[in-house]
């Protein structure tokens, strides 16, 4: 079964910007649809972006349009999501996860990743 690992998160201002990886073990990435979703304190556990095994992207947080973007590095196992302009708002705990990726966004997650917290303050 494969084994999810986010790192890149942290403590950032307002206005900046942050890499997280998703590194699988276990598994290839490069035949998994992955997602990355977040909790916070305001809105709960929500998707933001999806990537599919065809390297399909999707973006669907509405909050995060504009501010984000997924990527995959095959050679790496890794999924990675770039988050530019951050807010307060956007803190909270990120995790990826493997998943069915529509265009609509991610559905039926599986095998999550522990999280890993993100911290927007000055």
């Known amino acids: 079964q494969v084994q999810l690992v986010e790192s890149g998160g942290g403590l950032v201002q307002p206005g900046g910007s942050l890499r997280l990886s998703c590194v699988a073990s276990?598994?290839?990435?490069?035949?998994?649809?992955i997602g990355w979703f977040r909790e916070t304190p305001l809105k709960g556990r929500e998707g933001l972006s999806c990537i599919s095994s065809k390297d399909v992207k999707v973006v669907y947080g509405d909050d995060v349009q504009g501010r984000i973007s997924i990527s995959r590095d095959a050679a790496k196992n890794t999924v990675y999501l770039q988050m530019n302009n951050l807010k307060p708002e956007d803190t909270g705990v990120y995790y990826c996860?493997?998943?069915?990726?529509?265009?609509?966004?991610?559905?039926?997650?599986?095998?999550w990743g522990q999280g890993i917290q993100v911290t927007v303050s000055s």
């Open positions: 276990g598994a290839t990435l490069e035949t998994s649809d």
């Open positions: 996860a493997t998943v069915y990726c529509t265009e609509y966004g991610a559905i039926r997650p599986s095998s």
